[in-house]
């Protein structure tokens, strides 16, 4: 695997929304944006880890091949994207359960 893949719910605004977003803040290319409804989406979801089974969320699969969901997939996209966003990755030092939770009020509110 030679970039890293952001796994999108391409049939929600709020999420393609944040797609274009990490788009127009790429320069570099450093992420490849799937919809996660595409074909080549459902391919690549056939290979999420066990723990990921049945996870509503944005995905970040690493150049490593590291699978990343929820709080911690986006703290690890904004580390990839042009300045200030990096800074953006200070959310880290929050704990992951406090992270997520407010990750799925924020998911709930989409559609």
Do not use: H
């Not at 393609?16 to 490849?32: G, L, T």
């Not at 690549?44 to 089974?53: A, D, F, N, Q, V």
């Amino acid at each position: 695997m030679s970039s890293n893949i952001v796994l999108f719910d391409d049939d929600c605004g709020k999420c393609s929304r944040w797609a274009s977003f990490i788009e127009r803040r790429d320069p570099y290319s450093r992420v490849k944006l799937i919809g996660q409804n595409s074909s080549e989406g459902t391919e690549t979801l056939k290979s999420i880890p066990e723990r990921l089974k049945g996870v509503d969320s944005v995905f970040l699969i690493t150049s490593e091949g590291n699978w990343y969901a929820k709080s911690s997939a986006i703290w690890r996209i904004c580390r990839l994207l042009k300045f200030p966003w990096p800074f953006a990755s200070a959310m880290f030092l929050i704990p992951w359960p406090i992270r997520d939770i407010l990750y799925d009020i924020y998911a709930s509110l989409r559609k």
